[in-house]
């Protein structure tokens, strides 16, 4: 039987933290009972499934939430998809009488969230939302028209035009203890494993687990060696993939393990009479973050639909097996390209420089269609989010909002020379290069046969006079 007695539930979604959370301290603060859920969803319309990486650090981030959660008195139910059917489910078998959620800015995400309002106002529970994960609500942020942005120095402005954004809460002091279900004991939880978040057979994961600490501690812990850091010098450091120079949070954003506002403050907090440039740079990229979002929220098909209508009659060119195979594991010859594409593949992430000629590689070099990359970024980056992922490739490709201009091809040659002169980031990633000095690491198939490294697998001036045509022909 369910017990009788009113409770809460919060359900926890791209919010994982403790920190800042809107719905978690507003259940917390009133009082009841209360159920703390996370709901896989791999079964709602729309709702597109994650990606191999992204479902390792999500299953990291829940033993993280649940371990934080337990220490707090309280603990974390799982249940799987689809979530109106989970959350309708889980708030009879608890009683609850109101409902807690940061809001989510997908279109099919909203839909979900709005047949679960509606239920819930139909059934006598009272739903809350609560702005958690972005600074700007995209619905918030208009042009004199009326109308969304579409392009980012104007959206950004008017952003920041907007005054101060809120402080951060801090972390609920104390939980209420869980609900009962409908034993009488704990809701019924999944386990963890069960979900098969993990990799095996093979396991790809020890480069991610090398590399990163999913989790709201961890998230906490690369704010502050970023902020006290590398953060001042970030306008040269972004640049240079061989060095720490940029914050590494976007996995932590991604899953919501660190509040945007939250970052804003620490920023504050340590620069209270002026913000270096530096550091103003950084912020303006977090805007950047903020401009995916509204472009997402007002173009829904973002991953899918060129921005730029006038893309579908763009002519790509399909690749065969072996070339996308050659771009996907790092092995088109060039060496910038093909250090990103292993740091990827072993890390998760890819430092944002090489990230633009990786993929300005593939939609310009070897005319692929953008959407070929950006679904391969959404299995491989850990950080690899509804907006942010297509809005970039689009970005690269020249279809989306405030483009690349289609001219711009970026030469990985050029680029490796400039921003990893020594080659030390190349000979990371590509050890088969180890050998050449920093002059020849960059063109290695001047150096003569390198044993184990391809060789170019198309050639830079030829492929970009093709792409020039072909982008050309879009204006006839
Ligand atoms: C083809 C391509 C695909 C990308 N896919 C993603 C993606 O799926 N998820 C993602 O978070 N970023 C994506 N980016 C943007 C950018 O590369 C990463 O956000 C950045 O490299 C993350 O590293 P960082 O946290 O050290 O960034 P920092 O330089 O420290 O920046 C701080 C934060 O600002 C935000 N940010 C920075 N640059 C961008 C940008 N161009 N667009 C949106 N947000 C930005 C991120 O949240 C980042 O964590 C993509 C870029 C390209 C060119």
């Known amino acids: 039987m369910a017990s009788s007695h009113p409770t809460s539930l919060v359900w926890l979604r791209d919010d994982l933290r403790l920190d800042d959370n809107p719905a978690l301290s507003e259940a917390a603060e009133f009082g009841l009972p209360l159920t703390v859920v996370y709901v896989l969803d791999e079964a709602s319309d729309g709702i597109r499934p994650l990606g191999g990486a992204t479902r390792w650090w999500l299953h990291h981030s829940l033993a993280a939430l649940a371990a934080a959660l337990e220490a707090n008195g309280s603990c974390l139910v799982l249940r ?135 989790g709201e501690e961890g998230a906490g812990r690369r704010l502050d060696d970023f902020l006290d850091g590398p953060a001042e010098d970030y306008g040269t450091g972004r640049n240079v993939p061989g060095v720490e120079g940029t914050s590494r949070l976007s996995p932590h954003l991604r899953f919501g393990e660190v509040s945007p506002f939250r970052v804003w403050r620490e920023i504050r907090r340590r620069f209270p009479h002026k913000i270096p440039a530096d550091v103003g740079i950084f912020r303006s990229e977090l805007g950047w973050r903020e401009f995916c979002w509204h472009l997402l929220y007002t173009n829904p098909e973002l991953a899918t639909r060129n921005y730029r209508p006038e893309f579908d009659r763009f002519q790509w060119q399909s690749l065969n097996r072996s070339e996308l195979a050659a771009w996907q594991q790092g092995r088109t010859g060039y060496p910038f390209v093909d250090a990103g594409m292993r740091q990827l593949w072993q890390t998760g992430w890819m430092h944002n420089r090489v990230r633009m000629a990786a993929a300005s590689f593939l939609v310009k070099n070897l005319l692929a269609d953008w959407r070929i990359g950006e679904e391969w970024f959404w299995d491989t980056l850990v950080d690899a989010d509804a907006a942010s992922n297509p809005a970039n490739w689009q970005w690269v490709a020249g279809s989306g909002a405030d483009a690349s201009p289609y001219y711009r091809i970026f030469n990985p040659v050029t680029q490796s020379k400039k921003f990893d002169s020594a080659g030390g980031y190349l000979r990371r990633f590509v050890p088969e290069l180890a050998d050449l000095d920093g002059k020849a690491i960059h063109e290695p198939w001047k150096a003569g046969d390198v044993p184990g490294y391809p060789d170019p697998l198309v050639g830079l001036p030829e492929s970009r006079e093709r792409a020039l045509e072909a982008y050309a022909r879009l204006k006839d």
Do not use: M
């Open 80 to 214: 799987r998809g689809p979530a109106a059917e989970a959350i309708k489910d889980l708030a009879t078998e608890t009683s609850a009488t109101h409902l807690f959620w940061n809001r989510r800015y997908g279109l099919p995400e909203r839909t979900v969230d709005a047949a679960i309002k509606e239920w819930a106002g139909n059934n006598g529970v009272q739903a809350s939302s609560y702005q958690a994960n972005l600074l700007f609500e995209p619905w918030t942020v208009r042009t004199g028209a009326g109308g969304p942005y579409k392009v980012f120095t104007p959206f950004w402005r008017s952003c920041l035009a907007g005054g101060e954004v809120r402080e951060p809460l801090e972390p609920p002091r104390q939980l209420p203890s869980p609900a009962t279900g409908e034993s009488g004991g704990l809701p019924k939880s999944e386990d963890l494993h069960s979900w098969d978040l993990l990799p095996h057979s093979p396991d790809w994961s020890g480069g991610l687990a090398d590399t990163w600490e999913p």
